[in-house]
């Protein structure tokens, strides 16, 4: 592949140094720093690209050194490094734009966590979520997992062009055939133009190769404290490492990709959390369910203690909730840990330093209870997928796994401090999980056996000083939700099906599931107690419960832009990436690593246009412009037949 960059850059400003990297994006160079349009393709071949580093800098070094009395201007200023919030800086960056990149997400963001751009896709993400559709992806997306591909070793010919992705087969031209289950996870498949699973180590490179070539300036322990506004403008934010001062920043559109949504929410945009009821938008898988026959307990567990409590992990039901009720909880989050069965390379699991061996007891009862019965086992986890580097992403699978199910609900209105917190104890319960696996005595040694085998990886996330080779990006899948004046529903792809293409509003194509993870685990005591649902033939049998899994596919599907716009009465300049308009069971579906990249190459395209307009109101621009800018870009922006 060969992509052009920053054709608009005339000078490599001060404290950049010129570079050029080569065709296959191994090979990186430094030169003296000059003209970029003085390098042309004649000079280094018609495959190599050049451009601008990035300077990288730490907002409290650089508050320490006294920085911040005047703000730092900008055009467009991205707030949180997530992976759509890389590519929405990379789209401005390459089309000439001054682009900052203010990574925020504690601890990732921070010295403690390595300073690691990517969220989740760099955070232990490895099993990328696409669904049947991956012929969906193109765009700054597609490039990434293009590049991932081009970093591994040729593989030899394919030999059957009807499997091959990128073969002749291929009938859209850009490594993806339509309507199949897609192959090209690992770089050892053949006949792959893109590798779809990702090493972190491998992802994270890709993400500051592409940052730095598009001269974006990174600035890391970035968390906004404070918002400025004119009206309905923002006119800069302030942000702190939560010690040192802060330092204000300045520009004429900000980009919102925090998972979190805090931009926004300091700017007075407004925003939901939780879950709607059934009526809200008429939405059948909305709201309260009475439970899901996926990652659930078959066979009856006795949840409560000799006292008649309820066992750590567990809560009794409300009965004030009923089956379609709309909530304030978020489903679970997790950790996606990079594992491995490689003995050179492998840490086994540690025991977590807040461990309580009575906070699993519900977990050696299950273990117990599936000895007789048919249940969702595996160990790691029975989700535990192959990554390149003989490594896994393992991820939650079955009702007590690696999701911390019903200890996620404060997080999204959480202060950061509060945040830390959770994070500690997400990784307090997964660590336990792990440990308890490999070496409680209660433990079947069949399990026991199957646990050991497998271990974080020693070459990954070593730079975690809070624990070494542990992902410091908790999978935070749902928190805010912007509420703008267009929202994304679970009956918008049904409509789009029905009324046509939307045209120019189309800013990228989705199409995995409606996933929602668990919400809750209740203790019932009964299955009247429980919405009459649960495992086993007696109705008077004590059991767990959980609550809020969502699995069903909606097809694929146009993204419209207004899912990136707030209501202009609150904020004309900013655009909403990672926390999208969207309802929570539309936002299930929105919310997967390849859509995050595909809205913001999109929010990057916006930006360029609503810089160039009068008004810089990101709702007014010229979306037939925005559609060139993005088709430029190989973005896949229309249905597939």
């Given at each position: 592949m060969e992509f052009s960059l920053n054709p608009h850059r005339r000078t490599c400003t001060e404290g950049y140094s010129f570079f050029c990297v080569d065709a296959v994006w191994l090979s990186l160079f430094l030169i003296a720093p000059q003209s970029c349009t003085m390098f042309s393709a004649a000079v280094l071949g018609a495959v190599a690209v050049c451009g601008c580093s990035a300077a990288t800098r730490d907002i409290g070094e650089m508050a320490a050194a006294g920085v911040g009395e005047a703000p730092l201007d900008y055009d467009l200023v991205v707030y949180d490094a997530t992976s759509g919030g890389v590519m929405a800086a990379v789209a401005a960056g390459r089309a000439g734009l001054k682009t900052a990149l203010l990574c925020a997400s504690w601890p990732a963001c921070f010295p403690e966590g390595g300073q690691r751009v990517g969220g989740m896709s760099s955070g232990g993400l490895g099993q990328t979520d696409y669904g049947t559709h991956p012929e969906i992806i193109g765009g700054l997306a597609l490039e990434f997992y293009t590049r991932n591909r081009q970093s591994y070793p040729p593989t030899p010919p394919q030999t059957d062009a009807s499997a091959a992705v990128g073969s002749a087969a291929d009938q859209h031209g850009d490594g993806a055939t339509a309507g199949r289950d897609y192959a090209c996870r690992l770089p050892t498949q053949p006949g792959c133009n893109a590798t779809f699973n990702l090493e972190p180590s491998r992802a994270l490179a890709i993400f500051e190769t592409m940052l730095k070539e598009a001269g974006v300036e990174v600035f890391y322990s970035a968390q906004v404290t404070g918002v400025t506004k004119d009206g309905a403008q923002i006119t800069g934010i302030t942000v702190s490492n939560g010690s040192a001062p802060g330092i204000p920043f300045s520009a004429g559109v900000f980009v919102d990709s925090s998972y979190e949504g805090d931009l926004f929410a300091r700017a007075g945009v407004n925003f939901t959390i939780g879950r709607e009821s059934h009526t809200a938008y008429n939405e059948s898988l909305a709201g309260l369910s009475a439970g899901s026959v996926s990652n659930q307990f078959r066979v009856a567990v006795n949840p409560f203690d000799e006292n008649g409590s309820p066992l750590p992990l567990t809560r009794l039901p409300d009965h004030l909730e009923h089956v379609g009720d709309g909530d304030k909880k978020v489903p679970s989050y997790n950790f996606r840990l990079c594992v491995t069965q490689n003995q050179s390379n492998m840490v086994p699991f540690a025991k977590p330093a807040a461990f309580s061996p009575d906070t699993f007891e519900l977990l050696r009862r299950y273990l117990k209870a599936c000895t007789n019965h048919s249940c969702q086992?595996?160990?790691?986890?029975?989700?535990?997928?192959?990554?390149?580097?003989?490594?896994?992403?393992m991820n939650n699978c079955g009702p007590v796994s690696s999701d911390f199910i019903g200890e996620s609900w404060t997080y999204p209105n959480a202060s950061y401090a509060e945040r830390a917190d959770i994070w500690r104890q997400h990784m307090d319960y997964l660590m336990g999980v792990m440990y308890v696996l490999s070496t409680d005595p209660n433990v079947p040694?069949?399990?026991k056996s199957q646990q050991t085998l497998w271990g974080l990886c020693k070459d990954e996330f070593a730079d975690n000083q809070l624990a070494p080779h542990w992902p410091p990006a908790l999978y935070v899948r749902e928190a805010r939700r912007m509420q703008g004046p267009h929202i994304f529903t679970q009956n918008t792809p049904a409509e789009q099906k029905s009324t046509g293409s939307i045209g120019n509003l189309s800013i990228g194509l989705g199409g995995y599931n409606f996933d929602s993870h668990n919400t809750q685990r209740m203790a019932c005591k009964s299955k009247e107690d429980c919405n009459g649902k649960g495992p086993g033939a007696d109705p008077q049998v004590p059991y767990a419960w959980d609550e809020g899994d969502v699995q069903v596919g909606p097809g694929v599907f146009q993204i419209p832009a207004t899912v990136l716009f707030p209501n202009p009465a609150e904020a004309t300049n900013l655009l909403v990436v990672g926390a999208p308009s969207a309802t929570h069971i539309g936002m299930s579906t929105l919310r997967m690593e390849p859509q995050f990249m595909i809205?913001?190459?999109?929010?990057?395209?916006?930006?360029?246009?609503a810089i160039k307009s009068t008004d810089g109101q990101v709702q007014t621009v010229d979306m037939a412009a925005v559609r060139a800018i993005l088709l430029a870009g190989h973005a896949k922006l229309d249905m597939m037949p």
């Open positions: 086992l595996g160990f790691p986890s029975c989700n535990t997928q192959p990554v390149p580097g003989n490594k896994a992403d040694a069949s399990i809205l913001g190459h999109a929010a990057g395209a916006i930006a360029q246009e």
